[in-house]
């Protein structure tokens, strides 16, 4: 068992502590949501903690991965385009990452090959090992002492999520490298936390060790011996199961731990402390008063009874993880309205009125028109645009409260140049080049020939053009706005004028002047567009401002 001594010693990089979190058996346990909670336990203590995530894939970031394969891909203030998980780490922890809190093979590959071709390596042959280990290594380090919670201060523990399972191949050069790793900052510096399952099968319910045994096993002839199991399960596990655990997997019985099935996230972190994960860190929780607020969140969300009822107009409604942060978002705006959130899925194509199947037309339909606010996601690609233009006339037009995220801002702007400028055709050039009316176009910065890396990306100022908004006073003090951003297409700067003209008006721009960045249409209970995402910066206790305001708006509280 480790005992993490007092905070801070002489050298920053001898004090740093470090979580390694992995997985077995499947995927899909919440490995994030239980990394990120043991850092909400050790911040909780009131250590500075950190976070990175290794994908081992060989893409160099998720950015031109699809949302179905990958769920969303997290949008970092300084651009970088990463795995969701990182979402859950600022969440939890109220922290800033950069790009390189996500380390992919992609990138690693190619800082050894770059080195290969400066000559570092002196004519050695270049190999996965000791290369790459120690690439990954010397990555990790640098990454851990960044300063992330916005005091610039040396963070004190760095919790490294090894996404995939044990046992995969593209895993297997990550696995060396943690293991030399514990050599290397010594292994009283790190903990190994092993995230598996335990099944439960037959009558009786009786909860099965086998597959936890068998990938612990496997961990440990890659020779990795874990500190911590933190179990998978619906329920919590028996002492009996416990004790197996820990005699076959040669951990002690109190470092096995169950997340089971709870109504909320938030109460991950509050039962890992309940099971005496704090005392096997070597850290005190009551250091400060986080897991008492977690406690009323946890609870508060809990208690929600009085329902609202939000339409998110998507194209991968069948697959949340693909709208991640907008779900978090609403939960986060919803709590402080003390309403129970209910998201009313509608496929956007089947609002469109060539729409053949008719019982799926009507159900969207009904769904929307008993909907008390209405959101329209980003997103790319033209399918399901008809439907969510419908879904902005719709709103627009009946005074329902609407928040439309980047493509959400681009289709209700269109939606506005069809109907009230009677600007037939009326489109965006990603999806009609030859639309009779351009209102959304191309940036001219943008690459037409790459598409890593290459969108308008991370954080930018948007200025206040006008004194007096519902946006703007939801946004409270300032003249500027940062969130972050994560296209290529703009409103089209030559239509602006008349678009004010009608009374939709950019009431925020980039420092420009030129780019539209958040639209409010007067005379609306809430009628928002922003061209960015401010579902990336939302957290817990301090809902993102647009998100709020269309909440407030459908329950009334504006
Ligand atoms: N496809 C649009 C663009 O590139 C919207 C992007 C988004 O919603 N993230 O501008």
Redesign the pocket.
């Known amino acids: 068992m480790l005992i993490w001594e007092a905070r801070r010693p002489k050298s920053p990089l001898m004090c740093m502590k470090y979580v390694v979190v992995s997985g077995g058996v499947l995927s899909g346990l919440g490995k994030g949501v239980t990394a990120s909670s043991i850092g909400v336990l050790l911040k909780s203590a009131g250590l500075r903690v950190t976070s990175i995530k290794i994908d081992p894939y060989l893409n160099s970031d998720a950015g031109t991965m699809s949302p179905f394969e990958h769920g969303e891909v997290f949008v970092l203030d300084d651009g970088g385009e990463v795995d969701l998980d990182l979402g859950n780490y600022e969440r939890f922890l109220d922290i800033n990452l950069g790009k390189n809190n996500n380390l992919t093979t992609g990138k690693i590959y190619s800082k050894v090959i770059e080195a290969e071709r400066r000559g570092d390596y002196l004519g050695k042959t270049v190999q996965v090992i000791p290369h790459v280990t120690d690439a990954v290594q010397e990555w990790i380090e640098d990454v851990a002492h960044q300063p992330a919670d916005g005091s610039g201060e040396i963070p004190d523990a760095c919790i490294i999520e090894l996404g995939g399972t044990v046992g995969d191949i593209e895993s297997s050069p990550y696995i060396e490298a943690l293991r030399q790793f514990q050599f290397r900052v010594g292994r009283e510096n790190v903990t190994f936390v092993h995230v598996s399952l335990v099944p439960v099968m037959g009558p009786v319910g009786e909860q099965k060790t086998k597959p936890t045994q068998h990938t612990v096993k496997e961990l440990r002839g890659l020779g990795i011996t874990p500190d911590i199991l933190v179990c998978r399960s619906t329920a919590p596990l028996s002492v009996e199961t416990r004790e197996k655990l820990a005699a076959f997997c040669h951990v002690s019985p109190q470092a096995v731990m169950s997340t089971h099935d709870v109504p909320n996230i938030y109460h991950v972190p509050l039962m890992l402390q309940e099971q005496g994960l704090c005392e096997i860190l070597g850290v005190d929780h009551r250091a400060t008063d986080l897991l008492k607020d977690w406690k009323t969140m946890a609870h508060h969300l809990d208690t929600l009874t009085q329902v609202v009822h939000i339409a998110m107009v998507g194209k991968y409604t069948n697959l949340s993880d693909a709208y991640l942060s907008v779900i978090k978002s609403l939960q986060h705006a919803a709590m402080a309205v003390d309403r129970k959130l209910i998201i009313d899925w509608i496929e956007a194509s089947h609002l469109e009125s060539d729409w053949s199947n008719e019982a799926e037309k009507t159900t969207a339909w009904d769904l929307l028109k008993n909907a008390d606010g209405v959101l329209v996601p980003?997103?790319?690609g033209d399918r399901g645009v008809e439907g969510k233009i419908a879904a902005a006339h719709y709103a627009r037009t009946t005074q329902t409260p609407y928040l439309g995220?980047?493509?959400g801002l681009?289709v209700a702007t269109i939606e506005f140049c069809r109907n009230v400028l009677n600007l037939e055709g009326a489109n965006s050039t990603?999806f009609d080049e030859n639309a009779p009316t351009a209102a959304v176009v191309f940036m001219p910065e943008i690459s037409k020939t790459h598409l890593g890396g290459t969108?308008r990306l991370g954080t930018r100022p948007t200025l206040w053009q006008v004194d007096e908004c519902k946006i703007r006073t939801l946004y409270g003090e300032g003249e500027a706005v940062d969130e972050r951003h994560?296209?290529?297409?703009?409103v089209n700067p030559d239509l602006i004028e008349r678009i004010e003209a009608e009374g939709l008006v950019f009431v925020g721009k980039d420092e420009t002047g030129q780019r539209c960045e958040i639209f409010e249409l007067k005379g609306h209970p809430y009628y928002v567009g922003v061209q960015y995402?401010p579902e990336f910066k939302s957290r817990p206790g301090r809902p993102s401002p647009p998100f709020l305001g269309l909440l407030k708006a459908s329950t009334g509280q504006l």
């Open positions: 980003g997103g790319f995220i980047c493509l681009q990603e969108m994560r296209h290529r297409y703009e995402h």
